[in-house]
């Protein structure tokens, strides 16, 4: 019998899981998963502790369901990134694992280590899939088969490639019985600073952040391009913090939207919300072909000249929203109370900190991960 080894990282659902997917389609094959914590790589990352709090949350949500399935789910904790590799080959060596699976994460650390995991398994077959993007990193090319610099001709690009083949979506594992599970569940506990979070901000079981992501795309989608620019207005999705930890894949959202505004690829209601996700991916396929954009490095080169001002007083009255500007305030104040932030607040208190306040972008960034 083969053994499946799943290792989820930002990807912590059932539904839509291109790796768990692939893993579970031999039904005679063992399938486990595996979740390594790194909290001195997080550390280094300025991971906020409400995050941490809500990726604790998901975690065990996911622990259950997939013990429902009849898959263990194998927690272990080591410093960083570098460390996390030996413990995979450890699992793969301790488990006889036949097969790895994961999904890509194009972040330019993320990408050292699973080439170094690759390196240390040569027994093992390991795949990867593009699970957090609609359209693989190299799907859109330039005439010169560059990536595309600027958002527009991206999009463009984009559209046309997706009207040729969209990507569907793969459904949950069904129960296996070769792995049926008859121990009780312990807890997964994160050693992590945490800060306790709002669920109905935040929603952390699967069934309703698909229903939080039906409910916008009904009622919501529609009315996007006019609701969105007005911060008082609930007009968002709120489906930010799913997306980043994989709770929601990216082509959920597409296809539950085009299901219920089916224009949207096409101009009509619903292209406005679309275009967030195509920024979406915009960004990660820029990060595979400009890694210096993980490594706090800016991509209009000439902006490394820029003299930023040092100016602390500043800063923290930036951080602590107590510039004197109101919209300002506002939104600094409702980032640090919920830990999320309206779209278009997160545009004007970055562009505040930059163009008005002269600080430097990345202590900005910094912040605002954190």
Known sequence: MP????????DLRLQDNLALAAACRDASARVLALYISTPAQWQAHDMAPRQAAFISAQLNALQTALAEKGIPLLFHEVADFNASIE????????HDVSHLFYNYQYEFNERQRDAAVE????????????????LAPGAVMT??????????????????RLKEDIPPCVPAPKIRVSGALSTP????SLNYPQQAFDAALFPVEENAVIAQLRQFCAQGADEYALRRDFPAVDGTSRLSASLATGGLSPRQCLHRLLAEQPQALDGGPGSVW??????REFYRHLMTWYPALCKHQPF?????RVAWQENPHYFQAWQKGETGYPIVDAAM??????????????????????????????????YFMS
């Open 3 to 10: 053994t499946h080894l799943v290792w989820f990282r930002r």
């Open 87 to 94: 413990t995979v080959k450890n699992v793969c060596r301790q």
């Open 119 to 134: 390196k240390t398994l040569p027994s093992v077959i390991c795949e990867g899939f593009d699970d957090s993007v609609i």
């Open 143 to 160: 005439g010169n088969h560059e990536m595309y610099k600027v958002f527009t001709p991206f999009k463009n690009a984009w559209l046309k």
């Open 185 to 188: 569940l312990t807890p997964v």
């Open 274 to 279: 679309l275009n967030e996700l195509i920024w």
């Open 300 to 304: 209009i080169r000439w902006t490394k």
């Open 333 to 366: 104040r409702q980032l640090n109370a919920t830990g999320w932030m309206h779209n278009r607040l997160r545009m004007i208190t970055a562009s505040f900190l930059v163009k008005d306040l002269l600080i430097d972008w990345r202590l900005g960034e910094r």
